[in-house]
């Protein structure tokens, strides 16, 4: 799209396309001491992609670092970044071409940015909690609330999948309905900036503000500042490891029943009974009527095999720099697998669909 809109910048090769990345972490390597190291990172798409990624070719360009997260702040700390992509972009940079032994003017622009979910609402603007948590669907976001769960359950998932997907159709093993609505289109860049005309930041702790005529906005992105930020078809992208990592956990601690890390328990059971679907699963009244009892899901394994699936992840051998020596986070005599890195959960995810499409064959 910038080649198409901008063809003075795509006719000069030599035009640095950029991806901002930014996460927090904690620098002393535990999460009990009260504080947030935020790096944020210019990633040169010029390279090419066994390269762009290596350390040295990395561009440290801010370093937020306090007791707490940056927030809807985090764009005062942008400002220079971005009062120097502009500059980059509007007047371009005199830059010396050693294999040619010429200067040149360089240019260059940002496709887009790369975060987890929760630094996606830091940096669009868009609040990714709630009834509209998602930036996709935006205003049409299925959301509802679960009364045992106390957290919001998000169902409109099946949009996505083709109009004909036998999957759409499935009552039993869904929402008890059809789904028959299309994708939704996500808000362009020209709607969004439309949307906050006039917004008004307000930035600094405890700013809480209730938000404008409904728009689920925190703020007005500073990256909107940048002359072609509206025109960009993909603002914001999401680090698949980070959504690898979490689903896993997920996955992980319901089929084997960990404790604390399972999302099948009673308080599940009971809002699958508020919302009257899967009847099978609603939890039952014991005898002596002081507690519940809740009968097995479909997914749920006997020790036998919960032994089989973490003896093979223990003995499991991989080509060098694949993945950690995942052995060493797998239990086999409690049936856990606990503390394993985030780029092992690739590895765990196709070897859970292969374990869940024999299971369901057999």
């Known amino acids: 799209m910038m080649d198409a809109n901008y063809p003075e910048f795509s006719s000069e090769i030599l035009n640095v396309r950029l991806g901002v990345a930014a996460d927090g972490f904690s620098p002393y390597r535990t ?53 120097e992509l502009n500059e980059l972009w509007d007047n371009g940079i005199q830059t010396y071409d050693a ?11 940002v496709l887009w940015t790369i975060s987890d979910f929760p ?57 008890g309905a059809i789904e028959t609505r299309q994708s939704a289109e996500p808000l362009t860049g020209t709607e969004v900036e439309q949307l906050l005309f006039g917004y008004k930041n307000q930035f600094g702790e405890n700013k809480k503000r209730k938000r404008e005529s409904g728009i689920p906005f925190k ?19 999401l680090d698949v490891m980070h959504i690898e990592k979490n689903i896993c956990d997920s996955i992980l601690g319901t089929l084997l029943n960990i404790s604390g890390k399972s999302k099948d328990h009673l308080a599940a059971r009971f ?43 223990k003995n499991a051998k991989l080509p060098y720099g694949c993945a950690s020596n995942i052995s060493r986070y797998v239990h086999t005599n409690e049936g856990k697998i606990l503390g394993y890195k985030s780029h092992d959960a690739h590895f765990i995810l196709h070897y859970l669909l292969q374990f869940a499409v024999k299971k369901s064959v057999n």
């Open 219 to 237: 703020k007005r992105s500073i990256f909107f500042d940048l002359p072609y930020w509206k025109n960009n078809p993909l603002r914001h992208n």
């Open 31 to 83: 999460m009990s001491v009260s504080h947030s190291t935020w790096p944020i990172v210019l990633v040169n798409y010029n390279l090419p992609p066994w390269i762009c990624m290596k350390q040295e070719n990395l561009i440290l360009s801010t370093l937020i670092s306090g007791p707490n997260s940056p927030s809807n702040s985090i764009d005062v700390y942008m400002q220079p970044l971005i009062a």
């Open 99 to 109: 294999m040619t032994d010429q200067n040149f003017n360089l240019w260059a622009g």
């Open 119 to 175: 630094g996606y609402a830091m940096l669009s603007g868009w609040s990714t909690k709630g009834k509209l948590a998602c930036p996709v669907c935006h205003y049409e976001t299925c959301s509802e609330y679960l009364k045992h769960g106390r957290k919001m359950c998000y169902m409109s998932h099946r949009r996505f999948l083709d109009p004909s997907h036998k999957w759409r159709f499935d009552k039993k093993n869904f929402n």
């Open 271 to 313: 809002d699958l009974q508020e919302m009257g679907i899967r009847k099978s699963l609603h939890p039952m009244e014991s005898a002596d009527g002081k507690s519940y009892e809740i009968n097995a899901a479909l997914f749920d394994m006997s020790n036998k095999e919960k032994d089989i699936f973490c003896k093979v992840l």
